[in-house]
């Protein structure tokens, strides 16, 4: 309660009730709080030992009322018979305070006639002040009056100057009304002719914007006529005046549109049509590029390993050089995508980009699946290259539209076409490869598909896959190869005539020089008679080529060091080919000795020119050839050659005894029971040694050292051989002292032969210890025993391992037994009967019954 006297009192200080409390003679602490009623009013009590009064305020949209009592006496009516209401009215209205709370208190309490009644009571109370007011100032009001009436007359005066002023107003304003009106009327033609105006130019802006766009679309300028649409749209349709062009232009613009996009879908197909068409030529250019270019790399390669050789081996003064590669016009792709770029645009302006996109990405791949399909009409071989171009310029145009056209392509949708390709090229290549049976026709392909391979990876595309299937096919390329090869090499040599080449220096050149074939490093005399038949240049040739084709189809593929490869099926050629070709050719019951014997000596070049090869296949694969004497690299056809040398020595051998035993079958015409003794070499030995004379000659210039001396001690062992087997033969029942001493005469001939090529030869030189005398060992031995004047001294072991240590007992024995030392005349049995025994038939009794006894 303390606090709420305190807030009205704070209330009642303010300037409005501060200069009312003075005027009651009150103060504030004559101000009791009684509280709010109906949350409208606010009571106060205020104490006064003398009088009594009521007081109605409003202060901040709040009724105030305010009762003043007397806390001894309480009544309604003052002294003067005025009550309290009547003094509040009263002080109301005297304040010019509104008395509407107050009427709408009366009416809320539901009493307005006590209102109405106190307001009748003020009305007599202000008359009665009126009256009281007039009579205390009648006189001045006499005289206000008089003041009135001359007002009055001035005021008529004025009135009158007013209404002449009037006239002369209204007659100058008519005009300048009508005047206005006009003005007015001008301003709203000029209005009107201002809208019209600016309506008229909107209406020429857009008719020329139409204009413009008809002779765009007329003229195929497409995108300036989308740009006129796109201007009228955004800028003059929402404010076209006329509602007739309006609508014209609302409903041509749709139809304008339709008809741009037809017109730009036929001009993609057309040039989805042309692109094709020059898909080809654009391959094709592309893909002469990269040929040119590996040329290049290969040029600068070999001129490279070239130098660096000669810098290892100290040879000549090197300069180091930078080649600057002028860049041709010619060599860029000029790709016509302005078509494209303008549909694309155009349609992204329509605001179809997206169908635009499907719509290209859809022809594309139906133009690769037709692309990618192989003619049945033509052989691959003719059209492979048409086909591998087709695709290489596909791929180029497709990268193009991926780099230059924004996003119309997506690095995804190229892979997915990419991918596409590869796998369909890939199965066309291996069915294509597995029908080949041409090993050139397959690698011309692989060529092609390499310089394709070579071609888009320049342009980011995985051709892994594609050269993979080269990779597959290498065994199957190989294969033809071989057989071709087979060929060709079974015809040099079933037309080598087996003879010695006679050459020419030019001739000396691709024949012995190119294949490291010379046996010395000094020029020889010319015309020079090789060692070799025209065999070996020719196999060598077939060899080489057989490289440089097998590396070709090696390299540039997928595997980088394709070395091992090459040395693979070289070793294959040499051994399975080369290697069973000429041993055929040695079985063959037609080869003669000459034959057999140049065979021999071609080997023998055949296998030294096997360094050759494989340094070929190293140069040709990029390897140095310092690399390969450093890991003492080898072919193993090099040992395989070396082993079918060795057994066309045997088989030489062989026909070379064969042929002396052709000879020596003249000896069935021997008569081994003579009388008298031949003073000349028989007829027969006369010819082995002709024989022997041409066999060692031709030897000596074709064959090596130990090849001849291998030939001729084989030939000289052969006749010892062939001497024996016929005296041991069981046709030859007994021969005489005669024919010993004629086989005696035809050994001795034949030894001084022996002993003369031996030496001529230089085989002395090198066997050292031994000669072709010794091979006739046996014979000469045995020749001696015979014509021995002791031959029972065989049995002395001291003179027999000096004299007779090539000799057998039990062949010695069995000719022995067949030795007579004088024929069976006609009574030569019964001269012996008184003859006496000679002491060299003793001895050799003696021998034949020791030998008897010994065995």
Same mark, same amino acid.
């Given at each position: 309660?303390?606090?709420?006297?305190?807030?009205?009192?704070?209330?009642?200080?303010?300037?409005?009730?501060?200069?009312?409390?003075?005027?009651?003679?009150?103060?504030?602490?004559?101000?009791?709080?009684?509280?709010?009623?109906?949350?409208?009013?606010?009571?106060?009590?205020?104490?006064?030992?003398?009088?009594?009064?009521?007081?109605?305020?409003?202060?901040?949209?709040?009724?105030?009322?305010?009762?003043?009592?007397?806390?001894?006496?309480?009544?309604?009516?003052?002294?003067?018979?005025?009550?309290?209401?009547?003094?509040?009215?009263?002080?109301?209205?005297?304040?010019?305070?509104?008395?509407?709370?107050?009427?709408?208190?009366?009416?809320?309490?539901?009493?307005?006639?006590?209102?109405?009644? *106190?307001?009748?009571?003020?009305?007599?109370?202000?008359?009665?002040?009126?009256?009281?007011?007039?009579?205390?100032?009648?006189?001045?009001?006499?005289?206000?009056?008089?003041?009135?009436?001359?007002?009055?007359?001035?005021?008529?005066?004025?009135?009158?100057?007013?209404?002449?002023?009037?006239?002369?107003?209204?007659?100058?304003?008519?005009?300048?009304?009508?005047?206005?009106?006009?003005?007015?009327?001008?301003?709203?033609?000029?209005?009107?002719?201002?809208?019209?105006?600016?309506?008229?130019?909107?209406?020429?802006?857009?008719?020329?914007?139409?204009?413009?766009?008809?002779?765009?679309?007329?003229?195929?300028?497409?995108?300036?006529?989308?740009?006129?649409?796109?201007?009228?749209?955004?800028?003059?349709?929402?404010?076209?005046?006329?509602?007739?062009?309006?609508?014209?232009?609302?409903?041509?613009?749709?139809?304008?549109?339709?008809?741009?996009?037809?017109?730009?879908?036929?001009?993609?197909?057309?040039?989805?049509?042309?692109?094709?068409?020059?898909?080809?030529?654009?391959?094709?250019?592309?893909?002469?590029?990269?040929?040119?270019?590996?040329?290049?790399?290969?040029?600068?390669?070999?001129?490279?390993?070239?130098?660096?050789?000669?810098?290892?081996?100290?040879?000549?003064?090197?300069?180091?050089?930078?080649?600057?590669?002028?860049?041709?016009?010619?060599?860029?792709?000029?790709?016509?995508?302005?078509?494209?770029?303008?549909?694309?645009?155009?349609?992204?302006?329509?605001?179809?980009?997206?169908?635009?996109?499907?719509?290209?990405?859809?022809?594309?791949?139906?133009?690769?699946?037709?692309?990618?399909?192989?003619?049945?009409?033509?052989?691959?071989?003719?059209?492979?290259?048409?086909?591998?171009?087709?695709?290489?310029?596909?791929?180029?145009?497709?990268?193009?539209?991926?780099?230059?056209?924004?996003?119309?392509?997506?690095?995804?949708?190229?892979?997915?076409?990419?991918?596409?390709?590869?796998?369909?090229?890939?199965?066309?290549?291996?069915?294509?490869?597995? &029908?080949?049976?041409?090993?050139?026709?397959?690698?011309?392909?692989?060529?092609?598909?390499?310089?394709?391979?070579?071609?888009?990876?320049?342009?980011?595309?995985?051709?892994?896959?594609?050269?993979?299937?080269?990779?597959?096919?290498?065994?199957?390329?190989?294969?033809?190869?071989?057989?071709?090869?087979?060929?060709?090499?079974?015809?040099?040599?079933?037309?080598?005539?087996?003879?010695?080449?006679?050459?020419?220096?030019?001739?000396?050149?691709?024949?012995?020089?190119?294949?490291?074939?010379?046996?010395?490093?000094?020029?020889?005399?010319?015309?020079?008679?090789?060692?070799?038949?025209?065999?070996?240049?020719?196999?060598?040739?077939?060899?080489?080529?057989?490289?440089?084709?097998?590396?070709?189809?090696?390299?540039?593929?997928?595997?980088?060091?394709?070395?091992?490869?090459?040395?693979?099926?070289?070793?294959?050629?040499?051994?399975?080919?080369?290697?069973?070709?000429?041993?055929?050719?040695?079985?063959?019951?037609?080869?003669?000795?000459?034959?057999?014997?140049?065979?021999?000596?071609?080997?023998?070049?055949?296998?030294?020119?096997?360094?050759?090869?494989? *340094?070929?296949?190293?140069?040709?694969?990029?390897?140095?050839?310092?690399?390969?004497? =450093?890991?003492?690299?080898?072919?193993?056809?090099?040992?395989?050659?070396?082993?079918?040398?060795?057994?066309?020595?045997?088989?030489?051998?062989?026909?070379?005894?064969?042929?002396?035993?052709?000879?020596?079958?003249?000896?069935?015409?021997?008569?081994?029971?003579?009388?008298?003794?031949?003073? &000349?070499?028989?007829?027969?030995?006369?010819?082995?040694?002709?024989?022997?004379?041409?066999?060692?000659?031709?030897?000596?210039?074709?064959?090596?050292?130990?090849?001849?001396?291998?030939?001729?001690?084989?030939?000289?062992?052969?006749?010892?051989?062939?001497?024996?087997?016929?005296?041991?033969?069981?046709?030859?029942? =007994?021969?005489?002292?005669?024919?010993?001493?004629?086989?005696?005469?035809?050994?001795?001939?034949?030894?001084?032969?022996?002993?003369?090529?031996? &030496?001529?030869?230089?085989?002395?030189?090198?066997?050292?210890?031994?000669?072709? =005398?010794?091979?006739?060992?046996?014979?000469?031995?045995?020749?001696?025993?015979?014509?021995?004047? *002791?031959?029972?001294?065989?049995?002395?072991?001291?003179? =027999?391992?000096?004299?007779?240590?090539?000799?057998?007992?039990?062949?010695?024995?069995?000719?022995?037994?067949?030795?007579?030392?004088?024929?069976?005349?006609?009574?030569?049995?019964?001269?012996?009967?008184?003859?006496?025994?000679?002491?060299?038939?003793?001895?050799?009794?003696?021998?034949?019954?020791?030998?008897?006894?010994?065995?």
């Amino acid at each position: 309660m303390d606090r709420d006297v305190e807030s009205l009192r704070g209330i009642a200080s303010m300037d409005r009730w501060s200069m009312l409390w003075p005027r009651l003679g009150i103060t504030n602490s004559h101000v009791r709080y009684l509280g709010f009623q109906n949350q409208n009013f606010l009571l106060f009590e205020i104490v006064s030992q003398s009088n009594e009064f009521s007081f109605l305020d409003q202060h901040n949209d709040f009724l105030v009322l305010i009762v003043t009592m007397n806390p001894k006496k309480s009544r309604n009516v003052t002294e003067n018979g005025e009550t309290v209401e009547d003094s509040i009215l009263m002080t109301l209205i005297g304040n010019g305070e509104d008395l509407a709370p107050m009427v709408r208190h009366s009416f809320e309490m539901g009493k307005p006639e006590t209102l109405l009644h *106190q307001l009748k009571n003020v009305v007599k109370k202000k008359e009665v002040e009126i009256e009281d007011l007039c009579k205390l100032h009648y006189e001045e009001f006499i005289v206000a009056v008089d003041e009135l009436r001359g007002v009055l007359v001035d005021a008529e005066e004025l009135k009158n100057e007013l209404a002449s002023d009037n006239f002369r107003l209204q007659e100058i304003g008519s005009a300048l009304l009508l005047r206005l009106e006009d003005l007015l009327e001008s301003y709203s033609i000029k209005k009107n002719v201002t809208e019209a105006v600016k309506m008229s130019k909107i209406c020429v802006e857009v008719l020329d914007l139409c204009i413009k766009c008809n002779k765009y679309v007329a003229d195929g300028q497409f995108y300036p006529a989308l740009k006129a649409i796109h201007q009228i749209e955004e800028t003059y349709m929402k404010v076209i005046p006329v509602k007739t062009l309006k609508n014209l232009v609302e409903k041509r613009v749709p139809v304008i549109k339709s008809h741009i996009e037809k017109k730009v879908c036929g001009e993609i197909n057309e040039w989805l049509v042309l692109i094709r068409g020059t898909s080809k030529e654009i391959g094709q250019k592309a893909i002469g590029f990269a040929s040119s270019s590996r040329q290049r790399n290969e040029d600068m390669l070999a001129r490279q390993k070239k130098a660096e050789e000669e810098s290892c081996l100290g040879l000549g003064d090197f300069t180091y050089s930078l080649d600057v590669e002028e860049i041709d016009d010619n060599s860029v792709l000029n790709i016509n995508l302005m078509p494209l770029y303008r549909a694309y645009y155009i349609h992204v302006c329509l605001g179809i980009g997206d169908q635009f996109r499907d719509y290209y990405f859809k022809n594309r791949m139906l133009q690769l699946n037709s692309d990618l399909q192989v003619s049945s009409v033509q052989h691959f071989l003719a059209s492979h290259q048409t086909y591998l171009a087709q695709i290489a310029g596909y791929f180029i145009v497709e990268d193009r539209v991926l780099r230059t056209a924004g996003d119309l392509l997506s690095a995804s949708q190229v892979q997915a076409m990419w991918e596409t390709a590869v796998s369909k090229v890939t199965s066309n290549l291996e069915y294509q490869f597995s &029908h080949m049976d041409t090993a050139s026709h397959l690698l011309l392909v692989k060529d092609y598909v390499t310089l394709l391979g070579a071609t888009l990876r320049q342009y980011g595309y995985d051709v892994g896959y594609i050269l993979e299937a080269l990779t597959n096919s290498r065994d199957k390329y190989h294969e033809l190869l071989l057989v071709e090869c087979r060929e060709q090499i079974k015809d040099a040599v079933i037309n080598d005539d087996c003879k010695q080449m006679v050459m020419k220096e030019s001739e000396y050149q691709s024949n012995v020089l190119s294949f490291d074939l010379q046996t010395s490093d000094i020029m020889p005399g010319f015309p020079y008679v090789a060692p070799f038949s025209s065999m070996v240049p020719d196999c060598c040739r077939i060899i080489r080529s057989f490289i440089k084709d097998s590396v070709n189809y090696l390299s540039y593929g997928g595997q980088t060091n394709f070395f091992d490869f090459a040395r693979k099926y070289l070793d294959k050629l040499l051994i399975d080919v080369l290697n069973d070709v000429i041993l055929n050719m040695t079985k063959s019951a037609s080869t003669g000795v000459s034959q057999a014997m140049q065979i021999a000596a071609n080997l023998s070049f055949l296998e030294r020119a096997c360094d050759y090869f494989l *340094q070929t296949a190293a140069k040709q694969c990029g390897v140095p050839t310092r690399m390969i004497a =450093r890991l003492q690299t080898t072919l193993m056809a090099k040992t395989v050659l070396k082993t079918s040398r060795e057994k066309s020595y045997v088989s030489l051998v062989n026909l070379v005894n064969h042929k002396l035993t052709e000879y020596l079958s003249l000896m069935e015409n021997v008569n081994w029971i003579i009388d008298d003794v031949a003073q &000349h070499k028989s007829e027969y030995m006369n010819e082995v040694v002709i024989y022997l004379d041409t066999l060692l000659s031709t030897a000596q210039q074709i064959l090596p050292l130990d090849v001849m001396y291998k030939v001729g001690s084989g030939a000289l062992e052969h006749i010892n051989n062939t001497f024996m087997n016929t005296l041991l033969s069981d046709t030859l029942k =007994r021969f005489t002292a005669n024919a010993v001493m004629g086989i005696n005469n035809d050994f001795k001939s034949l030894e001084e032969f022996a002993d003369e090529r031996f &030496h001529s030869t230089g085989l002395n030189e090198v066997y050292k210890e031994g000669s072709f =005398r010794g091979c006739l060992l046996e014979m000469r031995q045995l020749i001696n025993l015979l014509l021995s004047s *002791q031959p029972e001294n065989f049995m002395n072991p001291v003179i =027999r391992m000096r004299n007779y240590n090539s000799l057998d007992y039990k062949k010695l024995a069995i000719i022995c037994e067949k030795y007579k030392d004088s024929p069976d005349g006609l009574f030569g049995s019964l001269s012996k009967r008184g003859a006496r025994q000679s002491n060299r038939m003793k001895s050799m009794d003696v021998l034949k019954r020791r030998l008897k006894d010994f065995n």
